[in-house]
């Protein structure tokens, strides 16, 4: 079993930036494969960006790429979402997930993923 903590969330304005941080913990290793996913109200949750192992492979949603970046530090266990350039749309719950599997071409799809963290708020203000 492993358990996720999703945090850095919090409230900017148009054009900030937002650092968040998932971190593993409970397994003798890291998830193979990371992904965040945000949901607004009243709207699905939806795929944003996933992470190989490595780090040498990333996805990302076309409406957050060039402004998002995925990261992941294994030694901390940790996976980031550096998000820059935020807009209001932006605004939703984000989630962490992962799971012990390569990355496949499943990496948009929610249940592709085994575990999930509690989500973190962003809210972004015009």
């Known amino acids: 079993q492993v358990h996720l903590v999703d945090s850095g969330g919090g409230l900017v304005q148009a054009g900030g930036s937002l650092r968040l941080s998932c971190a593993a913990s409970?397994?003798?290793?890291?998830?193979?494969?990371v992904g965040w996913f945000r949901q607004a109200p009243g709207r699905e949750r939806e795929f944003v960006a996933a992470?190989?192992?490595?780090?040498?492979?990333?996805y990302y949603a076309d409406s957050v790429k060039g402004r998002f970046t995925i990261s992941r530090d294994n030694a901390k266990n940790t996976v980031y979402l550096q998000m820059n350039s935020l807009k209001p749309e932006d605004t939703a719950v984000y989630y962490c997930?992962?799971?012990?599997?390569?990355?496949?071409?499943?990496?948009?799809?929610?249940?592709?993923?085994?575990?999930w963290g509690q989500g973190t708020q962003v809210t972004v203000s015009s």
């Open positions: 992470i190989s192992w490595s780090g040498g492979i990333r």
């Open positions: 997930a992962a799971h012990y599997r390569p990355l496949s071409g499943n990496y948009r799809e929610r249940n592709e993923y085994d575990y």
């Open positions: 409970g397994r003798t290793f890291t998830p193979y494969t």
